[in-house]
């Protein structure tokens, strides 16, 4: 709802009192009218136990708590930035992507390893997520970072994407994910593709990719 | 899609190739260019340093830094020159008649109608005058009026801005103030531990910049730079031509590792290049 994005490294969003937005902490680059910044110890929503399940699974980002009313411009790092709109689905991001998102959104926290097991935790080693990853759920927007541009591709039970683990930015809806390998003779003697490894989705939902294969 | 090739008549005069390129005309006409963004050339162009002997009427009007003096080189000669930076994006401006103060490292070059000068600000520059300059962002300009905040980091520059300040948020005055108890049995709650103790960590967003009055505010999404990746850069080591000098690699804010600013041509850099 409240997020414009202003050009393709920023975005401006509105906070009107009583709503509460959580941000990248160091990721405001101005903003007009009365406007607060506070550092958020938990790191997001919830109370103690949220904290500490975050900081266990490494998917506490600093994040601060924006209130008051104003216009607020965000942008971190000269990464690129896609507002994604969430409608009640489920958007699984890595925490340290967050730019800007609603305080009306769910977070928590997924066991990469729920999807798929031991896979789901190669998995996620492969493609930077590690054990964890973030999930925002409810009806608000969320900015996400990414280096380079985002394309969103979306995925029907018909067709199954497959995507380099490095551009994969983040996903939205009921996917599930799997990592395939291609590994052959020639990757083993250091000849290989480069491309061992792939992202296959598939299910019914959209994938966020960006051009570019260099982590955040 | 098919990608141009231009050439010399195809090539914009002052004007942009694509976001992250522009290209200057010179028909005997002279321009002040910060080292290392010119990236390529056609025809006849000179590039000598502000030292130069022959720039000295050039240099007296125009250029009143001695701060970047070691920055910055005048190109004559006629020809079309191209300009870019890491990537960034990069636009011309106009001035009528008017001033603007820029990040030192965001300004790429600048007509000599214009006049340079160091602003107060620590690491910004002034232009005065009426003229075309050029200047980097990372990710577009985004022109804004005051009243408003920024974060230091983002700002590229401001316009006929009578009043720049710094900005503090309360709770680090507070903190920075110097007796936190005095005032923190009235706050204990969570807001007031983290200024008692600093348990939570900082916001990041403590400090701004902050504009009132007329004037034009002009944002970046982030001054943060892309790692350097090498590129065919020669090796520092002893003995290989050009190595290792630091040139154009460290992002150009102003030779301030080096000590007292320096015009260059003077004695000092004599007794560098000599090894003294």
Same mark, same amino acid.
């Given at each position: 709802?409240?997020?414009?994005?202003?050009?393709?490294?920023?975005?401006?969003?509105?906070?009107?009192?009583?709503?509460?937005?959580?941000?990248?902490?160091?990721?405001?680059?101005?903003?007009?009218?009365?406007?607060?910044?506070?550092?958020?110890?938990?790191?997001?929503?919830?109370?103690?136990?949220?904290?500490?399940?975050?900081?266990?699974?490494?998917?506490?980002?600093?994040?601060?708590?924006?209130?008051?009313?104003?216009?607020?411009?965000?942008?971190?790092?000269?990464?690129?930035?896609?507002?994604?709109?969430?409608?009640?689905?489920?958007?699984?991001?890595?925490?340290?992507?967050?730019?800007?998102?609603?305080?009306?959104?769910?977070?928590?926290?997924?066991?990469?390893?729920?999807?798929?097991?031991?896979?789901?935790?190669?998995?996620?080693?492969?493609?930077?997520?590690?054990?964890?990853?973030?999930?925002?759920?409810?009806?608000?927007?969320?900015?996400?970072?990414?280096?380079?541009?985002?394309?969103?591709?979306?995925?029907?039970?018909?067709?199954?994407?497959?995507?380099?683990?490095?551009?994969?930015?983040?996903?939205?809806?009921?996917?599930?994910?799997?990592?395939?390998?291609?590994?052959?003779?020639?990757?083993?003697?250091?000849?290989?593709?480069?491309?061992?490894?792939?992202?296959?989705?598939?299910?019914?939902?959209?994938?966020?990719?960006?051009?570019?294969?260099?982590?955040? | 899609?098919?990608?141009?090739?231009?050439?010399?008549?195809?090539?914009?005069?002052?004007?942009?190739?694509?976001?992250?390129?522009? $290209?200057?005309?010179?028909?005997?006409?002279?321009?002040?260019?910060?080292?290392?963004?010119?990236?390529?050339?056609?025809?006849?162009?000179?590039?000598?340093?502000?030292?130069?002997?022959?720039?000295?009427?050039?240099?007296?009007?125009?250029?009143?830094?001695?701060?970047?003096?070691?920055?910055?080189?005048?190109?004559?000669?006629?020809?079309?020159?191209?300009?870019?930076?890491?990537?960034?994006?990069?636009?011309?401006?106009?001035?009528?008649?008017?001033?603007?103060?820029?990040?030192?490292?965001?300004?790429?070059?600048?007509?000599?109608?214009?006049?340079?000068?160091?602003?107060?600000?620590?690491?910004?520059?002034?232009?005065?005058?009426?003229?075309?300059?050029?200047?980097?962002?990372?990710?577009?300009?985004?022109?804004?009026?005051?009243?408003?905040?920024?974060?230091?980091?983002?700002?590229?520059?401001?316009?006929? $801005?009578?009043?720049? $300040?710094?900005?503090?948020?309360?709770?680090?005055?507070?903190?920075?103030?110097?007796?936190?108890?005095?005032?923190?049995?009235?706050?204990?709650?969570?807001?007031?531990?983290?200024?008692?103790?600093?348990?939570?960590?900082?916001?990041?967003?403590?400090?701004?910049?902050?504009?009132?009055?007329?004037?034009?505010?002009?944002?970046?999404?982030?001054?943060?730079?892309?790692?350097?990746?090498?590129?065919?850069?020669?090796?520092?080591?002893?003995?290989?031509?050009?190595?290792?000098?630091?040139?154009?690699?460290?992002?150009?804010?102003?030779?301030?590792?080096?000590?007292?600013?320096?015009?260059?041509?003077?004695?000092?850099?004599?007794?560098?290049?000599?090894?003294?």
């Amino acid at each position: 709802m409240p997020f414009r994005e202003v050009n393709s490294k920023m975005v401006e969003a509105t906070v009107r009192p009583g709503q509460t937005m959580y941000s990248q902490r160091g990721a405001m680059l101005g903003y007009r009218g009365e406007v607060s910044f506070t550092p958020n110890l938990q790191g997001g929503q919830g109370g103690l136990a949220s904290m500490i399940g975050r900081r266990v699974a490494n998917e506490a980002t600093p994040l601060m708590t924006v209130e008051g009313d104003g216009t607020v411009l965000f942008g971190h790092g000269g990464h690129h930035v896609h507002v994604v709109q969430l409608a009640g689905e489920t958007l699984y991001v890595e925490a340290d992507r967050l730019l800007a998102f609603d305080g009306t959104l769910r977070q928590g926290t997924m066991f990469m390893g729920s999807q798929g097991g031991v896979m789901g935790m190669v998995r996620g080693q492969v493609t930077g997520q590690g054990l964890f990853t973030t999930t925002l759920q409810g009806h608000g927007a969320v900015a996400v970072m990414a280096h380079g541009g985002v394309f969103e591709l979306q995925v029907t039970p018909q067709r199954p994407v497959h995507v380099d683990p490095q551009a994969y930015v983040a996903h939205r809806g009921d996917l599930r994910n799997k990592l395939s390998t291609a590994l052959g003779w020639r990757d083993m003697v250091g000849r290989g593709s480069g491309e061992a490894f792939q992202l296959e989705l598939s299910g019914s939902g959209t994938v966020y990719v960006q051009a570019s294969e260099e982590k955040l | 899609m098919t990608v141009p090739v231009f050439d010399p008549a195809t090539l914009p005069a002052d004007g942009n190739v694509n976001p992250y390129t522009f $290209c200057v005309e010179l028909q005997g006409s002279q321009w002040f260019l910060q080292k290392g963004k010119m990236i390529a050339y056609y025809g006849q162009i000179e590039f000598n340093g502000i030292g130069h002997g022959a720039l000295e009427r050039l240099v007296r009007t125009s250029f009143h830094s001695p701060l970047h003096a070691g920055d910055w080189v005048v190109a004559q000669g006629s020809g079309k020159m191209l300009l870019a930076d890491r990537a960034f994006d990069v636009n011309s401006f106009d001035l009528d008649d008017g001033n603007l103060t820029i990040r030192a490292g965001n300004l790429l070059a600048y007509q000599p109608s214009l006049a340079l000068k160091q602003s107060i600000v620590p690491g910004f520059l002034t232009l005065i005058g009426t003229g075309k300059f050029v200047a980097a962002s990372n990710g577009p300009v985004v022109f804004m009026e005051p009243p408003m905040r920024v974060d230091p980091q983002a700002l590229v520059g401001w316009a006929d $801005c009578p009043s720049p $300040c710094h900005h503090y948020d309360h709770g680090y005055v507070r903190r920075a103030g110097g007796t936190p108890w005095s005032s923190g049995v009235e706050s204990l709650g969570a807001g007031g531990l983290r200024a008692m103790t600093g348990i939570g960590g900082a916001s990041g967003e403590e400090h701004q910049f902050e504009f009132v009055g007329a004037g034009t505010v002009l944002l970046q999404s982030s001054e943060t730079l892309m790692p350097e990746q090498a590129t065919g850069a020669v090796p520092h080591e002893p003995g290989v031509p050009g190595g290792g000098a630091g040139h154009g690699g460290t992002g150009g804010q102003g030779p301030l590792g080096s000590g007292m600013p320096r015009m260059p041509g003077q004695l000092g850099d004599l007794q560098r290049r000599f090894g003294l």
